[in-house]
């Protein structure tokens, strides 16, 4: 039916304890009933693609269709990385051209939100539109330069398109999550390729805007992207709030992720928890506060945490204080160590020994 | 032709009629286990890592909770092209049909099953006990001594020794005896109930023993094995094995995952235990919860008080409630303020606000001493309980029950509340 590219690895990314950034997107696609999605992929693809091992965490693996992972290949004719994102599906034109669906979903997977793609290409049809660009209304307006703006008619048709404009002239913001014919996309691919063009958003969108029919679709939901250190903090805090786990973890439909097996989570003597996620496999002993705590952490006796985040498999020794960070998983902190995020956050990152009992 | 060297036969057909109310809509190994496992996860794990990939899973008696837990044997890895998990039910045949009688006789029933691999080694495991074991070694062990017949055994206090059957053994590990719960039992080796069967010996057995009523193996075909002269071993296991056939010793085995560094860890890497997970997102403690010595599945909120307790998948403990030395299983909601002490709470059940449970002094359970007992409070699946009741100890509920069904919102200890409605 529709297929998606994916950019970077940023779509690894651990999200809310248990899952990735891309698994949203991913569970939104097979919610949505697209059995086919392409990963475009080339950063430091490594824990990606330990997470995509398999494609039955989201159900893509049926007869119809299934999950296709693309990387760079080297062939007689080519031997460039992708070189943006346009240049990615160009790569991998043949997977477009033997595809029958008749519809493509392009996404990025940094993003978290649950969206129901049938109702956006609903309003596609009855638009009559080429491309369909799903846009919301800015959160936060002094970090539109990350971001690409567009300026939509009464008829939601977008006139104006801005890549990352550091004088912003709309507040409203592109989500990256875009349908289009399969056709169409094939045909403006191919050639942007002609004039050595590699971006879908410069090359495609701002470029073709006032031929084509592009539209704007606004959603309200909860949507954020996670690919600055501070939008990653933030997203992975907002999961303490009651409605936006509400939202994700117990309302229909829902997130899928890899399943790791891990034991459920052990709470020892000493173990104070206040306003946090513990996923499973971890082993507490201290205390922890108003923090997100990843699989198979162990914190040790007497430690301190707040306003943290803790990724997968990190140990921490004994009376260890740790608050405003971000600790990189499979960390070891020695025991009484002191870290702490004076003007925004720490990102803290030691491969000491761990010697295991 | 297909060719497995060994398979294993896993019977999971009983009712574990001790465990009262937990089992009154599921067989036993179905019954949940620390917090997010359920009770037949172990021997399907211990197969896996072992490295069998061949296995059959015999059901009787309440299968829909088995039967969608095993699925198609995705979270052990046994969705195989050749071998896997297969559900091995009762049928009806042209004449004769008949239930599973006993354990060697379901077996019987299910040769065609095992003929299609073409084993050398039949592995005969139940599906009620909580261990960590490689088959692998135990294997080793039979073909090292060329036995026909090996029987997992673990030594056990003298005084324990008549609850079990005790095999009696020369010095290389042969068995020359063996007596069925003994008065005054002469060794200590339990059989653990898992067997290694050369196949031919196996099938041999099973089809001449076949007219016996209730075919069972410890009181049936071993003895046939025994008496046809084939050589039969025992072999010792040392490491944890529980049996959780009581609401007591189930309670109990739950308890122990929660010391310091269990006796039974499952934080080992080496020998994991695999199950279905249907619940991933992370568990929340509100600012006001307290947790201690406890261990907690996945995507459960707690807001009130959890102390010494094994908390399943999606448990949700309100603001103030207190649960201590308690096992809460998957989906039940705990209301604000309600206090537990010394519970087993089945699956999905609803509590009320303001109610205590397992206070009061004891008294013996007026239906079945022999399964409520040891102080335990036992509430049963998608049971209701109301607003502000209190619940005795040795007591047992179990169903939708409302204010009128308790004396003043009372119910002393030892009483028995089972409130059949259609869904029972």
């Known amino acids: ?357 | 032709m297909i060719k497995k060297e060994m398979i294993a036969m896993l019977l999971a057909g009983g009712q574990g009629s001790r465990l009262g109310v937990l089992t009154s809509k599921m067989a036993k190994p179905a019954v949940s286990f620390g917090g997010k496992y359920r009770i037949i996860d172990f021997p399907l794990s211990n197969c896996i890592n072992s490295g069998i990939d061949t296995v059959g899973v015999l059901t009787q008696y309440q299968p829909l909770r088995l039967n969608t837990h095993i699925g198609i044997g995705i979270p052990w890895d046994l969705d195989r092209n050749v071998g896997g998990v297969t559900v091995l039910p009762p049928y009806e045949k042209s004449e004769n049909s008949e239930w599973y009688t006993g354990t060697a006789n379901a077996i019987y029933q299910n040769i065609d099953y095992m003929e299609t691999y073409n084993p050398d080694y039949v592995l005969i495991l139940s599906g009620d006990h909580i261990y960590k074991m490689d088959y692998e070694v135990m294997l080793d062990f039979h073909k090292a001594n060329n036995a026909e017949v090996t029987i997992a055994v673990m030594p056990v206090p003298m005084e324990e020794a008549k609850r079990f059957g005790i095999m009696i053994t020369d010095d290389k590990g042969q068995i020359t005896e063996f007596e069925e719960k003994p008065e005054h039992p002469r060794s200590n080796l339990a059989s653990m109930g898992i067997y290694i069967f050369n196949w031919k010996t196996l099938k041999d057995a099973l089809v001449t023993m076949a007219d016996q009523p209730a075919l069972d193996f410890g009181k049936h075909v071993i003895p046939h094995c025994h008496k046809q002269g084939s050589p039969l071993f025992a072999y010792e296991f040392n490491g944890y094995w529980k049996d959780v056939g009581t609401l007591e010793s189930y309670w109990q085995a739950n308890m122990e995952l929660i010391d310091i560094v269990p006796e039974f860890n499952l934080y080992e890497e080496y020998w994991k235990i695999y199950t279905k997970s249907d619940t991933l997102p992370p568990q929340y403690f509100s600012t006001d919860s307290v947790v201690e010595r406890s261990i907690i599945g996945e995507g459960s909120e707690i807001f009130g008080k959890v102390y010494n307790s094994v908390i399943g998948c999606g448990v949700t403990v309100e603001k103030d409630a207190v649960i201590r030395d308690s096992i809460i299983m998957n989906g039940t909601t705990v209301g604000s303020g309600t206090e537990i002490y010394k519970a087993i709470v089945a699956e999905n059940v609803e509590i009320g606000a303001g109610s205590k449970l397992g206070v009061g002094d004891e008294a013996p359970n007026e239906t079945d001493p022999k399964i409520y007992n040891a102080g335990l409070v036992t509430i049963g699946e998608k049971s209701y309980i109301p607003d502000g009741i209190t619940i005795g100890k040795n007591s047992v509920v179990f169903g939708k029950t409302e204010a009128a069904d308790y004396d003043n919102g009372y119910l002393a200890s030892g009483k028995t509340l089972v409130k059949a409605g259609d869904e029972q």
């Open chain 1, 1 to 357: 039916m529709k297929e998606l590219g994916i950019r970077r690895a940023v779509s690894a990314m651990p999200i809310a304890g248990s899952y990735r950034s891309i698994d949203f997107v991913l569970s939104n696609m097979s919610n949505s009933h697209i059995q086919k999605v392409g990963v475009f992929t080339q950063y430091n693809a490594g824990s990606l693609g330990e997470h995509l091992s398999s494609s039955k965490w989201w159900d893509f693996g049926r007869k119809q269709g299934g999950l296709f992972v693309f990387t760079p290949t080297v062939t007689a004719d080519n031997n460039s990385w992708y070189r943006g994102t346009a240049d990615s599906i160009y790569q991998n034109l043949s997977f477009l051209r033997n595809s029958h669906e008749p519809y493509v979903v392009i996404a990025s997977g940094d993003c978290v939100y649950k969206m129901d793609f049938n109702k956006l290409l609903e309003y596609h049809i009855e638009k009559k539109a080429d491309i369909t660009v799903v846009c919301r209304d800015a959160d936060d307006l002094s970090g539109l330069d990350r971001f690409g703006t567009v300026k939509m008619n009464e008829d939601h048709r977008i006139e104006e398109f801005e890549e990352k404009p550091v004088v912003a002239k709309s507040s409203t913001i592109s989500c990256g999550i875009y349908v289009v014919r399969r056709r169409a996309l094939i045909e403006m691919i191919e050639k942007c390729a002609e004039e050595d063009r590699y971006d879908f958003v410069r090359d495609v969108l701002i470029r073709f805007k006032d031929i084509k029919r592009i539209y704007g679709y606004k959603i309200k939901d909860y949507w954020r992207n996670i690919a600055s250190v501070d939008d990653y903090y933030n997203t992975n805090m907002d999961f303490l709030k009651p409605e936006i786990r509400d939202y994700f973890f117990r309302q229909y439909p829902n997130i899928y992720s890899k399943v790791d097996d891990l034991p459920p989570a052990k709470y020892n003597i000493g173990a104070q928890i206040k306003n946090s996620l513990i996923a499973s496999g971890t082993i507490v002993n201290g205390a922890v506060e108003d923090s997100v705590v990843f699989r198979e952490t162990y914190i040790g006796n007497n430690c301190f945490i707040k306003n943290s985040i803790i990724l997968n498999d990190v140990y921490i020794g004994d009376n260890t204080h740790i608050e405003n960070c971000i600790v990189e998983s499979h960390g070891t902190i020695r025991a009484n160590s002191f870290y702490k995020g004076e003007d925004g956050i720490k990102i803290v990152v030691e491969k000491n020994e761990r010697f295991i009992i």
